[in-house]
């Protein structure tokens, strides 16, 4: 199994980050890894998409979970490996802490590790880009 997880806190309007997330044709504006991202219906959980992403194949995926302000959840199957995608906001003393987490399972080790920190390379970047829009 892989994981990953990285967090930033700063001043910003937890409304507006929730706009980027839940307006899945603006994904690539805070995520340069995704060039456009399509779903099958609303953004709430059970719905499907496809990531289109900037290097590799598009990526379907689900929302598995979706709760209005504090954060969605996405789950995609590649080969044997479930890729689980989670995305939190909260509240604290004045700022937000966004928190990215990227859990991958069922495939080879070496596998999940290179997938993984392929996917992970950006977060950080993805982070500061949300906390400053």
Not at 5 to 29: C, H, M, P
Not at 47 to 57: F, K, L, N, R
Not at 103 to 112: K, L, N
């Amino acid at each position: 199994m892989f994981y990953y997880e990285e967090s930033a806190t700063g001043q910003a309007d937890i409304n507006r980050i929730w706009d980027l997330y839940s307006d899945v044709s603006k994904w690539s504006t805070w995520d340069s890894g995704v060039r456009s991202v399509r779903l099958s219906g609303p953004f709430s959980a059970g719905t499907h998409g496809v990531m289109e992403m900037s290097h590799g194949p598009d990526l379907p995926f689900i929302l598995v979970e979706c709760s209005q302000m504090k954060g969605f959840t996405t789950k995609s199957e590649m080969g044997p490996m479930t890729i689980t995608f989670e995305h939190a906001l909260e509240e604290d003393a004045g700022n937000v802490i966004i928190t990215h987490a990227v859990t991958i399972d069922g495939g080879e080790e070496s596998q999940m590790d290179n997938i993984g920190k392929g996917i992970t390379a950006g977060l950080a970047g993805c982070l500061k880009k949300l906390l400053s829009m």
